[in-house]
């Protein structure tokens, strides 16, 4: 399957996030030019993602399990688990006005323009993983034992 092919199957041609919100330590919402948060809360999608990554150059089983074990103690308190996100869930943050990174940086500020592992298998090749590069915003397939970065995700109730 060709980059351009998966890059259609998220659907929108050109895509910017919106919805998004800043949430502090506390829970509470933060304007957007806040200089102080720690998650992400995308309301269209119901979801929050942490500000920073959750981990870097990590396999796809390090990936996974530093997913799992990301807290926040708001998250904790709302009875909220992270995991590593879906395909479609971390296409969700790409913003296709932007390159390098292909991310909106008033909300995930010095993300690194570099592959994001998700938990959906590349169907296509056995042993494969889906990830995205927030260099371009192009989802690809990869071998799990390249080292790449997590961002953890929690949905919402």
């Known amino acids: 399957m060709s980059a351009k092919k998966a890059r259609s199957m998220k659907g929108a041609t050109a ?5 998004l919100v800043k949430i ?21 999608l119901n979801l929050y ?13 390090e990936a996974m399990t530093a997913a799992k074990a990301f807290t926040n103690d708001w998250l904790t308190a709302q009875g909220l688990k992270a995991d590593a996100p879906t395909r479609r869930q971390l ?10 990174p292909a991310i909106d940086v008033r909300f995930f500020p010095g993300c690194p323009s570099s592959w994001f592992w998700t938990k959906t298998p590349y169907a296509p090749v056995r042993g494969f993983s889906w990830f995205v590069n927030f260099d371009d915003g192009y989802a690809y397939g990869s071998r799990l034992g390249n080292l790449f970065c997590v961002r953890a995700v929690c949905a919402g109730q």
């Not at 895509?15 to 919805?19: F, L, M, N």
């Open 91 to 100: 296409l969700s943050l790409v913003d296709d006005t932007r390159y390098d």
């Open 15 to 19: 895509k910017v996030p919106t919805g």
């Open 24 to 44: 502090g330590r506390d829970g509470e919402q933060r304007k957007v030019g806040a200089k102080s948060w720690e998650l992400v809360y995308d309301q269209e």
């Open 49 to 61: 993602w942490p500000k920073e990554p959750t981990a870097l150059d990590v396999t796809h089983a």
